[in-house]
């Protein structure tokens, strides 16, 4: 079984707000010659990677409500 995260999404209002700022990532990266993929920092890694990332995903957490989920495709240091 899987395992999760769940992340506060500071600063962002709505889904919407959160969507336009990962577009603009998106469009940033692209710019910069990287990898076009959404990217999030934590402060560690997380200890059970193993099991997070066949099948997990990032739930957002926006204005105190979970309210996105996104697939995780890999977690590297």
Same mark, same amino acid.
């Given at each position: 079984?899987?395992?999760?995260?769940v992340?506060?999404?500071?600063?962002v209002e709505?889904?919407?707000h959160?969507?336009?700022?990962?577009?603009?990532?998106?469009?940033?990266?692209?710019?910069? #010659?990287k990898?076009?993929?959404l990217?999030?920092?934590?402060r $560690?890694?997380?200890?059970?990677?193993? *099991?997070?990332? +066949?099948g #997990?995903?990032?739930?957002?957490?926006?204005?105190?409500?979970? $309210?996105?989920?996104?697939?995780?495709? *890999?977690?590297r +240091?």
């Amino acid at each position: 079984m899987a395992l999760h995260i769940v992340k506060l999404c500071v600063g962002v209002e709505s889904i919407e707000h959160l969507a336009k700022l990962d577009r603009e990532d998106l469009a940033r990266r692209k710019r910069e #010659g990287k990898r076009p993929e959404l990217v999030f920092t934590t402060r $560690q890694m997380p200890k059970r990677a193993d *099991a997070i990332i +066949p099948g #997990g995903s990032v739930y957002w957490v926006i204005k105190g409500i979970i $309210q996105v989920r996104q697939p995780l495709k *890999a977690l590297r +240091p």
